[in-house]
């Protein structure tokens, strides 16, 4: 369960949900618990399937009651189905659980704000009724409605007021979506469609005549509190500033900029833009510290008056790419992971994955050391002869790990693979030894003999060949070429067929090559009919050798 909690949370990290679902559905079937339900909850989310992230977070909180970030997983899920009324009552009964807890208390901000904006403009939150996990099954089973889904337009409009209920003012002046509010809402709203002859199955509207609009009325205006003069006054003189400093900026007048907009930061302090302006100065002047701090503070003011948590996430993010510049990739990482919690942005998103690779690659460079590669075989190897196979393979795999190019320790993993009977994986190491080191004599010796243990003759046959290139007077391929010659005449003669052994030679590339040449199968088709033609084929060198491979193989047998 918690290697694939691991796996889950790794794949969380690098923004692969649908993977991390799969690897925390696996620890859920092994073993349930709050966490497992919280993290899956919380990876549908960023995929926006919303009601599956409900239900988990609701099996959360009936696993672990008292829990703070249950009830946060289910606002934030709420809060995605547009249900913002139920989503403020969920991340209030979390802070009664866990008083502060953070993901909780700006839960609550973002959903109170999304609730105001929701019930503003005299709509009262019409949009909510599209929010229905079922509403195009709804719309599907209405006669009156079902004709409309044919229409891509209308299609298009429904999917945005499921997003986003609160764009229902926009799309009032099209019956139909009027037409389906009233029969998720239980009422018969009149709408021109529903007096007349329709829209013809889903056709587009027609557009209804034009009417002259009311001159508008002018609207009284608004007395100031001296205060609010005062911000405004302050606002019009630190914007004058912030446009001579973006002017310094362009033209690399760094120093210019930085004066300017530090006079914006003093006409008002709690501006985060002006902070964030001032750290993008800094961090091309390459002052990463003072970049930093600038955005911290930035934060830190923007924090107290609830700004824009876009505008936060920029901080967020320049403060990421001023520790990457630095080389602090731990600090950088958790900087980009901190600009993501507060806004999703695909450049960020991306720039992460890339430090997170980054990252992994230079600890791996780190950890080369030939000298302790060595150290590690050498200790793998006195392991082998005393038996100890699995603690060889763990100082065999620590000699890869610190010198990655070095082919022996391939060998030797093959061998210890060979005596723990793991006869792929063996052949898997002997054939990356090779691979890296064409010439190294003990790899091709391994590789023939797990081929001939496999009854691969004819692959065994080539590993001892390709030894005997590299040394003519190896006994040792010598008498491992005779012994497979031997096996393969006298499995041939017994005329007994191991079907095993055969299929996998079938699913031998090479041995599909040689059976697929049109030439060849010709050639075996006489043969059969013909034997004597058998021995006039076996004069031609090419064709031997491919016949030989057949045999050896076990795919042909010649009596």
Not at 197 to 214: H, I, L, M, R, V
Not at 485 to 503: H, K, L, P, W
Not at 533 to 551: C, E, F, R, V, W
Request: hydrophobic content about 35%.
């Amino acid at each position: 369960m918690e290697a694939e909690k691991a796996l889950g949370n790794e794949q969380f990290k690098a923004g692969n949900y649908p993977k991390a679902i799969e690897h925390f559905t696996k620890a859920i079937a092994l073993e349930p618990n709050n966490v497992l339900y919280s993290n899956r909850s919380a990876c549908y989310c960023g995929l926006k399937q919303y009601q599956e992230a409900l239900d988990d977070a609701q099996k959360c909180i009936e696993l672990k009651s008292d829990w703070g970030k249950g009830y946060g997983r289910k606002g934030a899920a709420l809060h995605g189905l547009g249900r913002f009324d139920q989503a403020i009552a969920a991340y209030e009964k979390g802070l009664d659980v866990e008083p502060g807890l953070a993901m909780l208390t700006k839960g609550l901000e973002d959903a109170k704000r999304e609730s105001e904006r929701n019930n503003s403009g005299g709509l009262g939150g019409l949009g909510n009724v599209f929010s229905s996990p079922d509403l195009f099954a709804k719309i599907a089973s209405s006669p009156q409605t079902a004709g409309f889904m044919a229409d891509p337009t209308f299609m298009a409009k429904i999917q945005e007021l499921q997003r986003s209920p609160d764009s229902i003012s926009k799309h009032l002046s099209d019956p139909r979506i009027m037409q389906v509010m009233g029969m998720l809402m239980g009422v018969n709203i009149q709408t021109p469609d529903s007096m007349g002859d329709g829209f013809g199955g889903g056709a587009a509207p027609s557009d209804p005549p034009k009417k002259k609009e009311p001159e508008p009325e002018p609207e009284p205006e608004v007395e100031l509190t001296e205060e609010e003069k005062a911000r405004k006054e302050k606002k019009k003189v630190a914007d004058a500033h912030k446009a001579k400093g973006n002017d310094a900026y362009k033209s690399k007048q760094f120093e210019e900029a930085v004066k300017h907009y530090d006079a914006a930061i003093a006409e008002l302090p709690d501006e985060i833009t002006y902070y964030n302006n001032l750290a993008a100065v800094y961090f091309e002047m390459k002052k990463y510290d003072e970049c930093i701090a600038k955005c911290k503070k930035g934060i830190e003011e923007g924090r107290a008056i609830k700004a824009d948590f876009k505008i936060v996430a920029k901080s967020f993010a320049r403060i990421g790419n001023a520790y990457k510049a630095m080389e602090m990739y731990d600090e950088a990482i958790k900087a980009y992971e901190d600009s993501l919690m507060e806004d999703r942005v695909e450049d960020v998103e991306k720039r992460l994955k890339n430090l997170q690779k980054e990252k992994k690659k230079r600890a791996a460079e780190a950890y080369i050391s030939p000298e302790k590669a060595e150290e590690a075989r050498q200790e793998g190897n006195e392991l082998f002869k005393n038996g100890k196979y699995v603690e060889a393979l763990a100082k065999y795999e620590e000699a890869m790990k610190r010198n990655p190019k070095d082919h022996v320790p391939y060998s030797n993993r093959a061998a210890c693979y060979q005596k723990l009977m793991e006869w792929q994986l063996a052949l898997k190491d002997a054939d990356t030894c090779v691979s890296m080191e064409p010439t190294f004599v003990k790899g091709w010796s391994r590789k023939a003999g797990v081929h001939y243990y496999l009854k691969e003759y004819h692959k065994a046959m080539d590993a001892y060949n390709a030894l005997l290139k590299l040394e003519p007077d190896n006994a040792e391929a010598k008498q491992g070429l005779d012994s497979v010659i031997a096996m393969v005449n006298a499995q041939s003669q017994s005329g007994e067929v191991d079907a095993e052994r055969q299929q996998r030679a079938m699913q031998d590339p090479e041995i599909q090559a040689i059976l697929g040449d049109p030439q060849m199968r010709s050639i075996l088709n006489e043969m059969q009919s013909d034997p004597k033609k058998a021995q006039a084929a076996m004069n031609d060198p090419t064709i031997s050798a491919k016949l030989q491979k057949l045999i050896a193989a076990g795919v042909l047998q010649v009596r």
